[in-house]
């Protein structure tokens, strides 16, 4: 059987149990004020209950009040996007109390199939929350967390609750069983979630919970020599793919046999689930889960080589800041480090400080050493004690500032004019313009920031877009 005592709980001790006097109305009252300040105060409490000594029905009662307030403070917190750091906390300190909760329901020897089943949902969901909420903040989650989501799926397996069915109303739409909710995870953190925008990511979670289940972990044979993903549920990491599995991580110590924890992950029922028509999937949904599939299976390859660089460069984010940059303006950029680069793109270290200003699917220009300015997008970002990483994806051509009005004499909106010469003679332009500024179709008039002549054109349809800005291809003479 799993050794449930391993699971990260708070200790007992310190507290007498008067966290639960007038608790729900506590939690009320705290709804009142703001967001931030009701949260801190929820989780005060929360702390407390954890270190209190409870029965089961006491701890459980709780609990469930505190999966309320869980309820009301995701779905209100301010903002777009990932909700605040604070947020985060409440995640793993409620994973806490329902794993406390778990092993006192272990250790009582009555409890149903429904009720353990319940309340190993509840366990791997709070885990898996936690681990959502780390990687919508583009931060690689705890070690601890990814071994107690194994260490859950693996008691459910032990009990027969793996495909229990559960109903729970929390956003995003988590699955309804305890194999659904670690698949939905697991997919996810497969899914290259460092290149997901801030909306992306609650959305390509909620689109895997109907799906996720049919994915399996199947025992690990080692005449099998597929290539794939590997998961061993006794260890702190997500996976493993099978290239990357040393003799080591597939053997017991000692005798060498093969090891009863690893499973090789196979999504192939899932893929052909994806082919099938889904009438409440949206269309938003179908995209994100087609352009991510092919990373379930391990074998995602890079387009371009990428080489070691190491120099100091210069950075400026945003279409403003660029047009400014590139009219001569003094526009101080950001010093940043660049890891290495290829062809397609680079990676760069940059401040932390740098982050809150830098989405993914942001415009940017880096210049290098030379002062050869490169128009890029932001692909991924990941944050960690280093500081901020960021991947972009060069954007070839010359970048220029342009002036866009709606007629001649009207205010005038900055905008990037993207050129590359074309095979022959000629060139291909894309205008760059803030995401939603202009719709398709409306006339407009476009002039060179060198140039007093203006031009006329029709916005075409976008061929390339992101949260912030959109790429209208042009034919000018």
Excluded at 367 to 388: D, M, Q
Excluded at 444 to 449: H, K, S, V
């Amino acid at each position: 059987m799993p050794d449930a005592t391993v699971l990260d709980v708070s200790t007992i001790g310190g507290e007498d149990g008067t966290v639960l006097v007038r608790l729900a109305e506590v939690l009320a009252e705290a709804r009142a004020l703001p967001w931030e300040t009701a949260l801190q105060r929820c989780l005060g409490l929360l702390r407390r209950l954890n270190r209190s000594e409870l029965t089961l029905l006491e701890r459980q009662r709780a609990l469930q009040s505190f999966s309320e307030a869980f309820r009301f403070y995701g779905n209100d917190h301010p903002g777009v996007g990932a909700p605040p750091p604070a947020f985060l906390p409440f995640c793993e300190d409620l994973a806490r109390g329902f794993k406390r909760l778990l092993l006192q329901i272990l250790d009582s020897g009555r409890a149903s199939r429904p009720h353990l089943a319940w309340c190993l949902y509840m366990a791997e969901h709070f885990v898996v929350q936690a681990l959502l909420r780390h990687y919508q903040r583009y931060q690689e989650p705890p070690a601890s967390l990814w071994r107690d989501a194994h260490r859950l799926y693996a008691l459910a397996d032990h009990h027969g609750c793996l495909d229990e069915p559960i109903a729970a109303a929390f956003s995003p739409t988590p699955a309804d069983s305890v194999r659904g909710l670690y698949q939905q995870i697991l997919l996810f953190a497969l899914s290259s979630p460092f290149h997901l925008t801030e909306c992306e990511g609650p959305r390509l979670f909620g689109a895997l919970a109907p799906l996720a289940h049919l994915a399996r972990l199947l025992p690990w044979d080692e005449e099998d020599d597929s290539e794939g993903i590997l998961v061993d549920l006794d260890q702190d990491r997500p996976w493993l793919t099978a290239e990357q599995a040393m003799p080591t991580d597939l053997e017991q110590p000692g005798d060498g046999a093969p090891r009863p924890s690893l499973f090789r992950f196979e999504p192939g029922a899932l893929l052909i689930a994806l082919d099938e028509p889904a009438p409440l999937q949206s269309e938003a949904e179908h995209a994100l889960l087609e352009r991510v599939r092919s990373h379930w299976s391990g074998r995602h390859q890079r387009r371009h080589p990428r080489a070691d660089h190491g120099a100091e460069c210069a950075l400026v984010v945003g279409l403003t800041g660029i047009h400014a940059r590139l009219q001569g303006e003094a526009i101080a950029p950001s010093q940043v480090r660049m890891l290495d680069t290829s062809s397609g793109g680079a990676r760069l270290l940059c401040p932390a400080a740098l982050g809150e200003t830098v989405p993914v699917g942001q415009l940017a220009l880096l210049l290098s050493a030379s002062g050869t300015p490169t128009l890029a997008l932001v692909r991924w970002r990941h944050v960690n004690a280093l500081g901020l990483h960021l991947g972009l994806r060069y954007l070839k051509g010359l970048p220029r500032p342009v002036w866009v009005r709606r007629v001649p004499s009207a205010q005038p909106h900055p905008a990037v004019l993207q050129s590359t010469p074309a095979p022959g003679a000629g060139w291909h332009h894309g205008l760059w313009l803030l995401k939603n500024q202009f719709v398709e179709g409306e006339s407009l008039w476009l002039q060179l920031a060198s140039v007093g002549n203006q031009a006329t054109l029709v916005l075409p349809r976008a061929n390339l877009d992101t949260l912030q800005v959109a790429r209208y291809p042009l034919r000018l003479a």
